[in-house]
């Protein structure tokens, strides 16, 4: 963004387009979207440095819906789209809206690669556990023995872990949060946005026609607090309506207990550290309801430069050392010789 | 002048007026190093040069098989020569395997240089020979030198302290050397390439300056040798030259290209055979602000360069046929979003994974046809190496113009061939005008993405601009706003659009031209496209002195055709029509069907390129059945 940009007030409505919202009424990308508009309009900075790009399904209609740049793009590929795009112009804020099939199942290389090169975009991944445009077949998170359209029978995929592969893929901010807590989505997404590298988010998002409740337990406001641990960084890991359950670790693994039975008090618990250890953000991802309560918030932050800052850089050097490409001196290569007028007889064309 | 050749000791001088000469050995001998730069001397001495280079697809195939045996020719001549020619003149063997494989293409009383230490008990059996062919007499119609190749080698770099391994490997140098005085080359250029390619290795330099000296000198004072030849320098149109791979003329032509244009070039690719040295070569040039990406695959490749197109730089995706076929969903984007792209396809033996270091031509269908949907796309194809930095020029003038995706057919042959170019003057090209909308053009200061300008065009608006806000994708449009559209009429006009639009390039190039015919009284015309060029052209030029007058049509534009190509048809209406290609007539059908011309087809599957007596002969075989039939 250039210095001269005047810094100016954005409301909300600066930041939606004029198309029809065609998500099922009820759908919980809806507040996803008023959340991202929300914290766009808090960001101040002007539409036009945006672009939203996606791939394909419910959630990558996301752009349409915003006035800023955007690439509605194919399935599975909005993260090398937005590489490239990143690549070329870092200058641009850059998101990505995926879901959990365009982004673990036909984009999962994708995934892979443009967080193990820390590109600086934001990736908001929907995570609705189902395929909903094409109504209702299970997806890579759907759990094992899940029955749908395509699985009368029940699945027999083992489900992965969205968090669990960013970080074998060397994701430098990974984070969870859910469509149903604005407050917690928004500063999340606020954190992911002043993130500089890959910033990997997976919402929680209900489809209320294909798969509704299936993340109740985390979504649900009057069961939440038994479920999900929100991390705060150095702070304990509780949880409970009255917050007196706590995390330990015990022997590498994790087990909840009650503060104040058995002798444990509030010292035993783990305390939260976004930028340690890789150790202890594996555990944080392997947490999974019903057994453990579920994380939600930061899991990981750590720095390292950017994709497109090393891509430049090299540039920027070579030139230096170089100075910039003489297209001339390219074009005549090595060796040359000269055919001279005398010589020349009807030629070669 | 020290050592261009003149033999001291007195041998007779043969005058040739071109020669072709196939080097070949294991993989590991270094046969397209020692081939490259026989090319290279000979160019820098005046002659014309083509040349082919034949590899096998395993980096190293067991040594001595014939599976594993590397082949470099070269034509050299006194005349401008398009093809690396039919027939061996000179086959240089460093073992038996070498010799089997390319014995069949060596002209009856042909010369054959032996390494005779590579001929021994186990590689005669590793090439399935059970009697020594040197002693056997087998040879007996061929001039055979049989040169100890190795043990000269070693004796000749004996005080520089390398290794017996190190040094062994230098015999390809002393190869090299012998074919030099034989052919009177001058060595200047390859020591020169010794001094720079082992700048930091001392013992190298000194070993492989050595044994090419030794090769040489082997060949003034051995009584192996009674003759030399020579051969002069082409008559070639005047003008500076270097020499150049069609691999590197895309390059450089599409860093020309990013200059002229004053947009930086980014470059996402996935390594495939033979594609990849054009991502070795633009890697290399960081310094033109050339961005590469080696991505996770080729889907990631095009996606990346497609979103960089769209942020304003030129995007450009290369790789070959499998590689394309993982593009077309993408491709299909490209079309619909209507953004600047090219695709380079340097074709190789298919299907699936086919013959991945051969030639082949048999992705036009693909190119042409191979999307879902009506999915029409500007392509244009490079008939030599040089010509490869021309089509990377205009493919970009054409992607940019139209606001379209480009492909950009090469193939395996011309990737790794070279011949000379008279090179332009980058003063003399012409810059590449592009304009990035930077206001509303609609009413109420609304922004009309597809909008479109008098060549069917939509603006191409930078993402960062106020007030130009606005999404694409997949989906279909509506036509002017740009906005998702379902509607039945307005998609049936968006077809026709992007139809119409693609066809317009015909009233943007030139006109076809025709060749070897300038009073239009040829007794039949020949199509062809890509790298048959040398072949057909060499057959048109022979056939000529054979009396026998040939028109030749030689296509860079296969999308839409050239706009006066219909004309070319009508013009040779009763003539008899041949297509050459290396697939099963696939221009011949794309002819056939849109001019209803009666294409007779030549086809040539084998992973080689055709011969200029495989056209000759299909050209008079055609002409005669027509004379039977009046
Ligand atoms: S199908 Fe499900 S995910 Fe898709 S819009 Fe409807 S509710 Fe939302």
């Not at chain 1, 077949?137 to 395509?150: A, H, I, V």
């Amino acid at each position: 963004m250039s210095v001269t940009e005047q810094k100016r007030e954005y409301t909300v409505k600066d930041f939606g387009s004029d198309q029809d919202v065609r998500w099922c009424p009820g759908c919980g990308d809806y507040s996803i979207l008023s959340a991202v508009k929300k914290v766009l309009a808090e960001a101040g900075v002007p539409p036009e440095q945006y672009v939203f790009i996606s791939g394909i399904g419910c959630s990558s209609r996301f752009p349409y819906y915003m006035s800023t740049y955007g690439i509605h793009s194919i399935h599975g590929r909005a993260m090398a789209v937005a590489t490239g795009l990143k690549v070329a112009r870092p200058d641009l804020h850059t998101f990505v809206i995926t879901g959990d099939g365009d982004a673990l199942s036909i984009g999962g290389n994708h995934t892979i690669h443009t967080l193990r090169r820390n590109v600086d975009i934001t990736i908001l991944l929907f995570n609705n556990q189902i395929y909903g445009l094409t109504k209702g077949q299970y997806s890579p998170t759907s759990p094992f023995g899940k029955k749908t359209k395509s699985t009368p029978m029940g699945s027999l995929d083992q489900p992965i872990a969205p968090m669990a592969i960013a970080l074998a893929a060397e994701a430098t901010f990974m984070a969870r949060t859910i469509d149903m807590h604005p407050k917690h989505l928004m500063a999340t997404v606020k954190r992911a946005m002043e993130h500089k590298g890959t910033s990997f988010v997976e919402i929680y998002q209900n489809c209320n026609i294909f798969n509704d409740g299936a993340l109740a337990y985390a979504q649900d406001r009057k069961v939440r607090a038994e479920n999900v641990i929100e991390l705060e960084q150095g702070k304990p890991l509780l949880f409970g309506k009255d917050m007196n359950k706590g995390i330990v670790s015990e022997k590498g693994h994790l087990k909840a207990v009650r503060i104040g039975e058995d002798g444990i008090t509030e010292d035993d618990v783990l305390v939260h550290d976004e930028e340690d250890s890789e150790s202890y953000h594996a555990m944080l991802t392997r947490m999974r309801y019903p057994e453990l309560p579920e994380p939600i918030g930061v899991f990981r932050a750590i720095e390292r430069p950017t994709y497109e800052d090393l891509v430049n850089g090299q540039i920027e050097r070579v030139i230096e050392r170089k100075g910039k490409g003489d297209l001339q001196k390219l074009i005549v290569g090595r060796s040359t010789w000269e055919v001279h007028e005398d010589e020349a007889e009807a030629g070669k064309g | 002048m020290s050592l261009e050749a003149q033999p001291k000791t007195p041998k007779e001088v043969e005058e040739l007026p071109q020669v072709t000469i196939r080097f070949a050995g294991d993989s590991g001998d270094g046969m397209q190093l020692t081939g490259t730069q026989f090319t290279n001397a000979s160019a820098i001495f005046g002659n014309d040069v083509s040349t082919m280079a034949d590899f096998p697809a395993e980096i190293r195939a067991p040594a001595g098989t014939v599976y594993g045996v590397s082949g470099f020719q070269l034509q050299f001549s006194s005349s401008a020569i398009y093809t690396p020619g039919d027939v061996v003149d000179c086959l240089v063997a460093m073992n038996p395997a070498a010799l089997k494989v390319n014995l069949a293409e060596l002209k009856h009383g042909g010369v054959i240089i032996l390494n005779e230490d590579g001929f021994t008990e186990q590689t005669l059996k590793l090439a399935g020979m059970d009697r020594n062919p040197i002693k056997d007499g087998s040879l007996g119609k061929y001039t055979v030198h049989s040169i100890p190749m190795t043990q000269s080698t070693l004796r000749a770099c004996e005080e520089v302290g390398l290794t017996g391994k190190e040094a062994g490997r230098c015999k390809n140098f002393y190869a090299l050397g012998v074919v030099c005085w034989l052919y009177s080359r001058p060595l200047e250029p390859i020591l020169d390439f010794i001094e720079m390619k082992f700048k930091d290795r001392e013992q190298l330099r000194e070993a492989n300056k050595r044994v090419l000296r030794a090769g040489y000198y082997f060949g003034e004072t051995a009584e192996l040798f009674t003759r030399v030849f020579r051969v002069r320098k082409a008559h070639l149109p005047p003008g500076v030259y270097r020499e150049v791979h069609g691999n590197e003329a895309l390059a450089i032509g599409l860093i020309a290209a990013g200059q002229l244009a004053n947009k930086p070039i980014f470059y996402g690719s996935y390594p495939i055979t033979p594609a990849s040295d054009i991502l070795h070569e633009l890697a290399r040039h960081k310094q033109f602000g050339v961005k590469t990406f080696q991505a996770e695959d080729e889907i990631a490749a095009i996606c990346a360069a497609l979103g960089a197109s769209y942020g304003g730089a030129l995007g450009v995706t290369a790789s070959s046929g499998p590689g394309i076929a993982l593009k077309a969903e993408a491709l299909g984007l490209a079309v619909m979003v209507e953004l600047p792209l090219v695709v380079i396809n340097v074709q190789r033996g298919g299907p699936s994974t086919g013959l991945p270091t051969k030639v082949e031509q048999a992705d036009l269908f693909q190119a042409v046809l191979g999307r879902n949907g009506e999915c029409p796309l500007p392509v244009l194809a490079a008939r030599s190496p040089s010509d490869c930095f021309e089509v990377a020029l205009e493919a970009t003038r054409i992607a940019v113009k139209f606001m379209t995706p480009v492909m950009v057919l090469s193939d395996g042959f011309i990737a790794n061939s070279a011949e000379p170019w008279c090179f332009p003057n980058t003063g003399d090209l012409d810059p590449i005008e592009i304009e990035h909308t930077d206001e509303p053009n609609g009413e109420n200061g609304r922004f009309l993405s597809y909008k479109r300008d008098e060549w069917l065009a939509r603006p191409w608006a930078l993402p960062g601009t106020p007030g130009l806000t606005h999404r694409i994708g997949g989906l279909e449009k509506q036509d002017v706003t740009g906005n998702v559209s379902y509607d039945p009429e307005n998609h049936q006009r968006m077809v026709n659009l992007r139809q119409a639009k693609v066809d317009k390039v015909a009233e943007f190039v030139a006109e076809q031209e025709i060749m070897n015919d300038p009073d239009g009284t040829a007794e039949m015309l020949v199509v062809g496209w890509g790298s048959t060029y040398g072949a057909i052209r060499e057959s048109a030029r022979r056939l000529l002195r054979k009396g026998v007058r040939v028109a030749h049509v030689h296509l860079r534009h296969l999308n839409p055709f050239p706009r006066n190509l219909g004309a070319i048809f009508e013009k040779y209406r009763d003539r008899p029509v041949l297509v050459p290609e290396m697939n099963k007539g696939q221009l011949a059908t794309l002819l056939r069907s849109k001019y209803l011309v009666d294409t007779q087809h030549l086809e040539k599957v084998q992973g080689r390129p055709f011969t200029t007596v495989e056209i000759m002969d299909a050209a008079e075989e055609l002409l005669a059945a027509k004379g039977a039939k009046k």
